[in-house]
């Protein structure tokens, strides 16, 4: 699957400290980040990450654009929701493309935990059935 870390400034070491505890589970994925995150999470594990620029000069909005053509499977997006972004639009947009797509997303720890859990179970093979039905692939 295809897996993306977000993390606000001041949610990044909790992201670092929650992907540390589950590396088993996301070795095996595809793994995908905005570019601070990524680098601090590749620093702490072994993971490999492919980084996308930073959330405000656009690395949000790389990530949606695979949300918009179906290609991401997962988003983990830990807000601060006490902070405002000056890229708020790009993030709603985000969250808009996660809906209209049906890509899963946890933007808090306690439900990034619900998903990874899901994830390691297998509950998430339905997002298969997705990538095989999409328009323009043979069925």
């Known amino acids: 699957m295809n897996i993306a870390f977000i993390a606000h400034d001041r949610k990044k070491e909790e992201m670092v400290n929650f992907v540390i505890a589950y590396e088993k589970v996301f070795i ?3 793994l995908y980040s905005t570019g601070t995150t990524g680098t601090r999470i590749m620093e702490q594990t072994d993971l490999h990450i492919h980084r996308f ?14 949300v918009a053509k179906n290609e991401m499977d997962l988003i983990i997006f830990l807000r601060d929701p006490l902070m405002a972004q000056p890229h708020e639009p790009d993030i709603n947009a985000l969250l808009r493309l996660c809906d209209v797509q049906g890509i899963p997303l946890a933007t808090n720890i306690a439900t ?18 997705v990538d095989k039905y999409k328009p323009g692939t043979d069925i």
Not at 58 to 64: H, L
Not at 112 to 129: I, Q, S, T, Y
Request: aromatic share 2%; glycine share 18%; no cysteine.
């Open 28 to 30: 095996d994925h595809s």
């Open 53 to 66: 620029m930073s959330g405000p000069l656009g690395g949000d909005q790389q990530i949606g654009a695979l």
């Open 112 to 129: 990034a935990e619900v998903l990874v859990k899901a994830l390691d179970r297998g509950d998430l093979g339905w997002r298969e059935l």
